[in-house]
């Protein structure tokens, strides 16, 4: 899989008359999960989009390894990035394969439209069902699916478009902690095999368990960002999240190292 | 069952070819008393006095061609409408926008516009079809649910028709009120090929538009965001299929009237044969609405009924009722 | 006090004597000062033509209407009606005419406003004719000239039998007639029998078609007729119903004859002269 670096840089966006982004920075090297973490309004989802170069309305600049995101077509930007909106929705009956196969759009010729999928994008489907375990799934209508079920069918039309940066917004909402463990090491093995995965989380344990580096999002702004440990400092916690540890315990850090996943 | 894409459209080009031909040779009923005129074949065959020829050429044939491109418009836009506001429920004639499209004619006809430009007809058809999905897309285009779009389009039913009715009614020609019936009911009885001339190539230009944006509806159902992100332009697409539709609705109306329903019917019964590819869906549907429309002109002209039914009557007919089990349905998924 | 006894009876002999007298008078010139209103475009027709313009009281709108009336340009100077009773309230009106146009409310309201109405139905047939313009012309006082004009009348409709050629009925010519909307006469009215008058068949009748059914297009191309008889060319405001005439279908070889349609709207005793017309027109075919 090529690599390639994702690279935001003084990113200034509004939303209608607010402003939604505050100088943000950042960087996502291959190899890597990187987190955005931050309380609701703080902006994620909003970076998240302009990452995905889904949203117009900004300033500053975004670029892919040393090619800015606004000099690329739609669909080269489309196959060198795969995203997942938050609570990704499918407006027809398809089936789990169907949606999956829409990964390809970015590879499929513009007047070729009746045609059947090339080898390269049967391929590519059958790897990223193979990947999300969801190849039992592919005749069902996606809309009798499970919740967790569901989320595994857009992750396999994610990683069939088999893009070197992936971006993905809280993927693990509304599922039980076992699927909540599985997508993220879905997203981690992606990672390991020279991917940039970018994600939106809610859930700060798993944050710390999955993530290489995390941005954490504060008024807009970015309040810290590093690796886990010195992100997810009492001072950072209490500053962005308004908590604080138990009194007269000794602060250890979260540690989830003892979880394991249940399998049968 | 599971008939594959390539035999449905087959089927669907053999089925209208079928109808067009039998529509072109098969004997009207008239109240003659000696006897229903024969299959005009045998006419043209022994046709010492050119009638024939002139019924075929001035008459049938317009006639058959209108039947085939109105229909294959009304079913196309009614799919296109469907990819566009991700909605079963919308159709041109259920959203406003044939009235519209009449509202838009009817002005052009009846203050003398056409009289003196015949293209201006079309052409008033067609702004009038604009405005009406403009204004239900700013409506319902983003994340409206059922009931705003099926609001919206009581709305512009309503004031098409209330200002439909005054054009007439205002016009100094005192046959223009009643001819309220024929706007609002539709018609392909004695069209010339002037009408086709007209609207024809019109029409063929919004079909191009839509299929254009053909494949950006699958990538459409997956939601605005993640089509942008898979490369779709959202904004072109849109435009097209908004220009596409008031193209195709727009003429269509301008020469037949309001004939509604045949863009609700065509797509629901072909979703499943296509497998729910949006794009595979416009193509069937157009040849859908030209078979149900070839069909059901066929039946009016020929069937005796006293003076001949109004074509908008027998979609109506059909189409309503399916309409309401299509309500039905909704509800129960929504709960 | 007051009046004694012997002049109020006096006075009431003067009254009963003068009354009568008084009353003859104004009998005698009552029907000349009639006011008449019509609520009906035939019967507004028939008013204007044997009427005195001061007997009019009030006419329809429609007559103003060229399309529609022969005589629009004479009935503009009139009062206009939208043929509603309270139009002709403040006018001082003895007799309202009323036709089947007229809604029954209307006649209904005349009735309860005690204004003496006369009813005519259209004309199906010449003797029906005939027996409108008596009635009406007895009505507002004008017998006489209804009595001439029927003479004229009927002396046009002699010369015209008396001229025309002896061939038998099945090997006269057909004519069809073509109005806007494609709508066609058939058994049974006024201008059918014209047209059997001046010599001709109506191809409506061969099918079976009565009076406004719409002659499908496709069968009077099959019928052939040898003459067509359409209203003339298009009124200045455009209509659906007249686009038909101008169908391409019908630019063929088929003899149109064009005919002022306010002639046949409203039977008048000028149909004599439209009955002339196509006997003419006959002549000139059948040579």
Redesign the interface.
Not at chain 2, 171 to 176: D, G, H, I, R
């Given at each position: 899989m090529a690599v390639a670096k994702l690279t935001a840089s003084a990113i200034q966006c509004h939303l209608g008359t607010q402003l939604a982004l505050n100088n943000i920075s950042l960087t996502a090297e291959p190899g890597q999960l990187t987190g955005i973490i931050g309380t609701n309004g703080a902006g994620k989802s909003t970076l998240l989009s302009v990452l995905a170069g889904v949203q117009s309305n900004f300033r500053g600049h975004v670029s892919i390894g040393n090619k800015q995101l606004e000099q690329m077509t739609s669909n080269e930007r489309a196959r060198h990035i795969a995203y997942l909106p938050q609570n990704p929705q499918v407006h027809w009956d398809l089936t789990a394969q169907q949606v999956t196969e829409l990964g390809r759009v970015p590879y499929r010729r513009r007047f070729n439209w009746l045609g059947p999928l090339t080898a390269a994008d049967q391929q590519a489907v059958t790897a990223a069902m193979a990947a999300t375990q969801c190849e039992d799934l592919a005749p069902r209508p996606i809309q009798s699916l499970s919740n967790g079920e569901r989320m595994r069918v857009h992750l396999a039309r994610v990683l069939a478009v088999k893009a070197p940066i992936i971006l993905v917004d809280e993927p693990t909402t509304g599922l039980d902690p076992y699927q909540q463990i599985h997508c993220l090491e879905v997203l981690r093995d992606e990672a390991r095999q020279g991917g940039t995965v970018v994600m939106v989380l809610h859930d700060l344990d798993l944050a710390a368990r999955f993530c290489d580096q995390l941005l954490l999002l504060h008024n807009n702004q970015v309040l810290s960002h590093g690796s886990p440990a010195e992100v997810l400092t009492p001072a950072h916690l209490l500053t962005a999240y308004r908590i604080k540890p138990p009194a007269g315990l000794a602060f250890n850090g979260l540690n989830l190292a003892n979880w394991e996943k249940q399998t049968d | 069952m599971h008939i594959g894409?390539r035999k449905l459209l087959l089927l669907l080009a053999v089925t209208t070819l079928c109808l067009f031909c039998l529509s072109l040779m098969l004997p009207?009923n008239?109240?003659?008393?000696n006897g229903a005129?024969p299959f005009l074949l045998l006419e043209l065959l022994n046709d010492d006095?050119?009638?024939a020829q002139?019924?075929l050429i001035?008459?049938r044939i317009p006639r058959a061609t209108l039947a085939l491109f109105v229909g294959a418009s009304l079913g196309l836009a009614g799919a296109a409408m469907q990819g566009l506001l991700?909605n079963p429920l919308a159709e041109p004639g259920v959203v406003g926008v044939s009235g519209s499209a009449a509202l838009g004619a009817t002005l052009a006809?009846?203050t003398?516009l056409?009289?003196i430009a015949p293209l201006a007809l079309p052409l008033g058809g067609i702004a009038g079809a604009l405005a009406a999905v403009i204004v239900l897309f700013s409506m319902a285009g983003k994340r409206a649910g059922t009931t705003t779009l099926l609001l919206a389009g009581i709305a512009i039913n309503a004031i098409a028709g209330a200002l439909t009715a005054l054009v007439l009614n205002l016009?100094?020609?005192?046959?223009?009120a009643m001819?309220i019936i024929?706007w609002q009911m539709g018609s392909l009885a004695?069209r010339?090929?002037?009408h086709l001339q007209l609207a024809g190539p019109l029409m063929a230009a919004g079909w191009i538009l839509i299929l254009l944006a053909?494949?950006a509806t699958?990538?459409?159902?997956?939601?605005e965001?993640?089509a942008?992100?898979?490369?779709?332009?959202v904004r072109t697409t849109q435009r097209q299929i908004i220009v596409g539709t008031a193209l195709c609705v727009g003429a269509g109306v301008a020469v037949t009237g309001v004939i509604g329903f045949v863009g609700l019917v065509v797509p629901h019964l072909l979703?499943k044969l296509c497998?729910?590819?949006?794009?595979?869906l416009l193509?069937a549907s157009a040849g859908g609405g030209a078979t149900l429309l070839l069909a059901a002109d066929i039946a009016v002209r020929c069937i005796p009924v006293g003076?001949?039914l109004k074509l908008g009557v027998i979609t109506a007919l059909l189409g309503a009722p399916f309409f309401l089990y299509l309500i039905f349905q909704l509800r129960t998924l929504e709960q | 006090m007051g009046i004694s006894i012997f002049s109020r009876l006096g006075l009431c002999i003067i009254v009963a004597v003068l009354a009568p007298i008084a009353s003859y008078g104004t009998a005698a010139g009552t029907t000349e000062k009639l006011r008449i209103a019509s609520f009906n475009l035939c019967t507004d027709t028939l008013l204007l033509q044997y009427a005195d313009p001061q007997q009019v009281a009030s006419i329809t709108w429609l007559s103003s209407d060229e399309n529609l009336s022969p005589i629009a340009t004479y009935a503009q100077q009139f009062h206009r009606n939208q043929g509603r009773a309270e139009d002709i309230l403040r006018l001082s009106v003895d007799l309202v005419l009323t036709g089947p146009s007229t809604s029954t409310a209307t006649r209904a309201m005349l009735r309860h406003m005690h204004v003496p109405t006369l009813h005519l139905d259209d004309a199906t047939s010449i003797n029906a004719l005939s027996i409108n313009i008596r009635r009406l012309t007895q009505a507002i006082g004008q017998s006489a000239r209804g009595k001439e004009s029927l003479l004229q009348m009927h002396e046009k409709l002699t010369e015209i039998t008396n001229t025309a050629d002896k061939t038998p009925k099945d090997q006269w010519p057909y004519a069809a007639f073509l109005q806007p909307n494609g709508l066609t006469v058939g058994y049974g009215s006024l201008s059918n029998e014209l047209l059997n008058l001046a010599g001709f068949r109506n191809s409506a009748t061969l099918l079976g078609l009565r009076t406004y059914q719409r002659f499908p297009l496709e069968s009077l191309l099959r019928a052939q007729p040898d003459l067509l008889i359409a209203p003339t060319d298009q009124p200045k405001y455009p209509a659906l119903a007249q686009e038909l005439l101008q169908h391409p279908a019908l630019s063929g070889t088929m003899l149109r004859h064009q005919i002022d349609p306010s002639t046949l709207i409203c039977a008048t005793s000028r149909i004599a002269d439209v009955a002339m017309t196509l006997a003419t027109k006959r002549q000139q075919l059948v040579r």
């Open positions: - | 894409f009207s008239i109240l003659s008393t005129a006095t050119d009638i002139t019924i001035e008459l991700r006809f009846y003398g056409a009289t016009s100094p020609n005192p046959f223009a001819e024929f004695d010339s090929l002037l053909a494949p699958r990538a459409l159902s997956l939601g965001v993640t942008a992100s898979l490369g779709t332009n979703r497998a729910n590819d949006p794009a595979k193509l003076t001949e | -």
